[in-house]
T-cell receptor, first 114, second 116 residues
Framework: DAKTTQPPSMDCAEGRAANLPCNHS???????VYWYRQIHSQGPQYIIH???NNETNEMASLIITEDRKSSTLILPHATLRDTAVYYC???????????????FGKGTKLSVKP | DAMVIQNPRYQVTQFGKPVTLSCSQT?????MYWYQQKSSQAPKLLFH???????NEADTPDNFQSRRPNTSFCFLDIRSPGLGDAAMYLC???????????????FGPGTRLLVL
């Protein structure tokens, strides 16, 4: 089962920052927070991941709270092409069994509107 | 340039008629995955290959099989498709095996399977 909770949907105005929250209150010390997104009729696309520190790349920023129980994905200037389902995934760094698999939850459907 | 290629994008088969979906990759990654995504649901892992080692998820039906003849190609075989197997099938690759916690998976565009 997914270990994360996300709002089912969000709207964002084009050009504004999109802030997508994720709760992962049962996260363990060796678990990473990953974000993927899936644009309609396409395969999921990796966005960013982090362990403890905030991370930034060309697509987005990831802010992880100090207690690591929640995080926020920030798209600084959302465009219409950012309309997608955004998945927050917690996964452990372990080679045992299926512990390291990507387990997708329901995600947040982000709609960027003109 | 496409890195994970799935053909065809749409596949129609008949109830009970075996079907094979194809995936190829130009990334030279060690791991290849197959996911099933039913309408309005999240992707669900079926199995993966780490090099030649096959790793099946516990709840993957026996009706689903996979082959990886070489690094670049991986096939999903559905022996006797039922109406409930209609879904998008996603192939993904990663350089490192799942469980290291750091590896990124790269997904193909998917093949949408319709069962008549």
């Amino acid at each position: 089962d997914a270990k994360t909770t996300q709002p089912p949907s969000m709207d964002c105005a084009e050009g504004r920052a999109a802030n997508l929250p994720c709760n992962h209150s049962t996260i363990s010390g060796n678990e990473y927070v990953y974000w993927y997104r899936q644009i309609h009729s396409q395969g999921p696309q990796y966005i960013i991941h982090g362990l403890k520190n905030n991370e930034t790349n060309e697509m987005a920023s990831l802010i992880i709270t100090e207690d690591r129980k929640s995080s926020t994905l920030i798209l600084p200037h959302a465009t219409l092409r950012d309309t997608a389902v955004y998945y927050c995934i917690v996964r452990v760094a372990s080679t045992r069994g299926s512990q390291g698999n990507l387990i997708f939850g329901k995600g947040t459907k982000l709609s960027v509107k003109p | 340039d496409a890195m994970v290629i799935q053909n065809p994008r749409y596949q129609v088969t008949q109830f009970g008629k075996p079907v094979t979906l194809s995936c190829s990759q130009t990334l030279n990654h060690n791991v290849m995955y197959w996911y099933q995504q039913k309408s309005s649901q999240a992707p669900k892992l079926l199995f993966h290959y780490y090099d030649k080692d096959f790793n099946n998820e516990a709840d993957t039906p026996d009706n689903f099989q996979s082959r990886r003849p070489n690094t670049s190609f991986c096939f999903l075989d559905i022996r006797s498709p039922g109406l409930g197997d209609a879904a998008m099938y996603l192939c993904a690759t990663s350089r490192d095996p799942p469980g290291m916690g750091r590896e990124t998976q790269y997904f193909g565009p998917g093949t949408r399977l319709l069962v008549l």
